[in-house]
């Protein structure tokens, strides 16, 4: 690249960039910095210390959730990391389970009339995140949609209590947020796809499932990983949706850092907590892009 | 002779009203090379798809290797298709591509391991085995796309414009080699192509198809100096047409009045003619003399040279002549030594043997 189209590369970023440094770079330099210090009461202690993260390490008698021991003295960071990051892989997983097909649909099936397919899809997203969190509420609630009408069919006398305030609520919910964000990926990798390639590999002996397995699904891979992240690492650090739907047994990380903020005036132990959780969504998510061999499948399919 | 690898009977391809394909009917023998050739639009495409198995005909039958083919999809066809893009799956390396199809042929990991090696050797793609679609040049790229079809030993080939993406030199070159491919692996082809010279270089025998019919099937010889139409004698090389109107038969020739250009003499066609018909005495370029002076008689035209070219081994002449729209294009082999400026007035004659009569 020469200079001149450099700089002009560059000065168009620039102000991407200057959004960036002030919105992302900033705040987490800040985390940082925040993380090696202490509170008590409503007075910072700026001293540097690593007490936040050996906090978070520091062994003792522990406590076991579903039956995986956690030997630490304050087992509770730790836990609920392990279980946002279940509940968002189960989510996630969900997600892509439904996006997938109707990307599919989309793609391959619909010939006309695509982009009124695209508006109908992005139709529950036109209200507030926050209002769709609440509406889940009404579903699923005490006396809500679920409840009363299998009352109503005389299926139950008394309303099931096991439908809110649970994990598996935040899971429906959080997998309904983030269903029209996921098809859009999906649905470019799709439509990417050159028609021939699937005529050729009829031609060359494949049924229309082999060809799917074969041709299909290894070409729609750079989507559906996009979908994937892009579902899964905003999701384990949700608040809104467990601190709504979740109840006391649906709590998630985002939730406990919250708490350390705004209530439990303890902002540095939530920076460690918060930059923690950080590095280890970063390495899950490296690992799984090197176990699929992403660069390969970048550098074949582009 | 009477056991056709393909039989191709009354086939018809509608999409919604538009009529792609018409009553085609015609046998492709074992071992042949088969072009279908024609204009964009004339349905060669669409009946290469067909015997491919992507597309179902609307009505019609389809035999190959003496099975009809109704009902029977791509997958399980004796064919195998090199498509004009290529369709090289972006995701498999050469080796991946060429085994793809492999399979299906019930070999061991060794047997599909030593067919895709010879695949390979065949085209000449030795070493690139591991490289992946988007580091191959156009030629290459054509190279694997014929070695995975080869490979599956098809009783059919079919080719679908494999050699329009490529350079003139790079063209000509694989030309030759499809050709040479050919005679080696002895599998019959179905070459779809709109170039007539590519057309008439490569085949044993040729379809001219316009707007879904086929015109005519012949030798490249036999549709170059026997086209059965106008639209054959003006796809097919180039042609000169002089309007006459027919006075008289004599034995094989057609005698016919060309008004101001006086009297044509050529020879009947397949289908006869009528006195008093209009018709058309079409004259190949190279076979029309040119000199200085002449006497008068049958098939003698006097015109002007309007412009020529010089193209090394041989000269094109544009020479205008009285009474018709059309300069009369004229080839002379540049051995003779014998030109003519622009401008000169010159005397144009031919064998009446060379002269076809066509319908108007």
């Known amino acids: 690249m020469s200079s001149a189209s450099a700089r002009t590369g560059l000065s168009l970023l620039s102000p991407a960039f200057l959004v960036m440094a002030a919105t992302l770079l900033a705040p987490v330099v800040a985390l940082i910095v925040m993380s090696f210090w202490t509170q008590s009461g409503f007075e910072i202690d700026r001293t540097f210390t690593l007490a936040n993260y050996a906090r978070l390490v520091e062994p003792g008698e522990g406590t076991v959730w579903y039956g995986i021991r956690f030997p630490l003295a304050y087992p509770v960071p730790a836990v609920l990391m392990v279980k946002s990051l279940a509940m968002s892989l189960v989510a996630t997983i969900c997600v892509i389970g439904v996006a997938w097909p109707m990307a599919y649909f989309l793609a391959f099936r619909v010939t006309r009339y695509k982009a009124m397919w695209m508006i109908l899809l992005t139709i529950p997203f036109w209200t507030s995140y926050l209002l769709r969190v609440f509406s889940w509420k009404i579903v699923l609630g005490f006396n809500g949609a679920i409840n009363s009408g299998l009352q109503w069919l005389g299926l139950i006398k008394e309303p099931l209590e096991f439908l809110l305030y649970n994990p598996l609520a935040v899971m429906i919910t959080l997998a309904h947020s983030w269903i029209a964000f996921s098809v859009l990926p999906i649905y470019v990798s799709l439509e990417k796809i050159d028609r021939t390639l699937l005529e050729a590999a009829s031609d060359l002996g494949d049924s229309r499932w082999k060809r799917f397995r074969r041709i299909t699904l290894p070409l729609s891979m750079p989507g559906t990983i996009a979908a994937t992240l892009l579902v899964f690492i905003p999701t384990v650090g949700d608040y809104v949706t467990p601190t709504l739907v979740g109840g006391p047994g649906g709590t998630m990380i985002g939730s406990l850092v919250q708490q350390l903020f705004l209530r439990q005036d303890n902002a540095p132990l939530g920076a460690a907590i918060s930059i923690v959780m950080m590095l280890i969504i970063a390495a899950l998510v490296g690992l799984f892009l090197w176990l699929i061999g992403y660069r390969r499948i970048r550098r074949r399919i582009g | ?360």
């Open chain 2, 1 to 360: 002779m009477d056991d056709p690898i393909i039989r191709i009977d009354g086939v018809q391809k509608s999409f919604g009203s538009f009529t792609a394909l018409n009553d085609i009917r015609f046998d492709i023998q074992r071992g042949e090379f088969f072009s279908l050739l024609g204009a964009s639009g004339c349905g060669k495409t669409t009946l290469l798809r067909i015997l491919a198995g992507i597309e179902q005909p609307t009505h019609g039958q389809l035999m190959i290797d003496g099975k009809p083919m109704a009902g029977v999809p791509a997958n399980r066809r004796p064919t195998n298709m090199v498509f004009q893009s290529y369709a090289i799956f972006p995701h498999l390396t050469v080796r991946e591509n060429i085994g793809y199809g492999l399979v299906y042929q019930n070999l061991t990991k060794a047997e599909a391991r030593a067919r895709t090696d010879e695949a390979i050797e065949l085209v000449k793609l030795t070493g690139l085995d591991d490289r992946s679609a988007h580091q191959l040049s156009g030629g290459q790229r054509q190279r694997v796309a014929l070695a995975r079809a080869l490979v599956c030993r098809p009783k059919v080939l079919l080719l679908d414009e494999p050699l329009s993406a490529l350079d003139k030199k790079l063209r000509e070159e694989m030309q030759q080699e499809l050709r040479s491919l050919q005679r080696t692996v002895g599998i019959t082809f179905v070459f779809v192509t709109h170039d007539q010279e590519e057309a008439l270089t490569l085949s044993d025998r040729i379809a001219v198809m316009s707007g879904g019919r086929v015109l005519q099937i012949d030798t490249p010889e036999g549709l170059y100096e026997r086209p059965n139409c106008l639209e054959v004698a003006e796809f097919v090389g180039t042609m000169n047409l002089f309007p006459a109107t027919v006075q008289r038969m004599d034995g094989g020739q057609v005698i016919a009045d060309g008004g101001a250009l006086g009297t044509l003499v050529g020879r009947s066609p397949d289908r006869p003619v009528a006195p008093g018909e209009a018709i058309l005495i079409a004259v190949r370029p190279e076979k029309i003399e040119l000199s200085a002076s002449g006497t008068t008689g049958p098939n003698r035209v006097a015109g002007r040279v309007a412009s020529l070219s010089y193209l090394g081994d041989r000269s094109h002449f544009l020479v205008a002549v009285d009474g018709l729209a059309a300069p009369v294009a004229v080839y002379r082999s540049n051995s003779e030594r014998a030109t003519a400026a622009a401008g000169t007035e010159v005397w144009l004659s031919w064998s009446e043997t060379d002269a076809l009569v066509l319908h108007r």
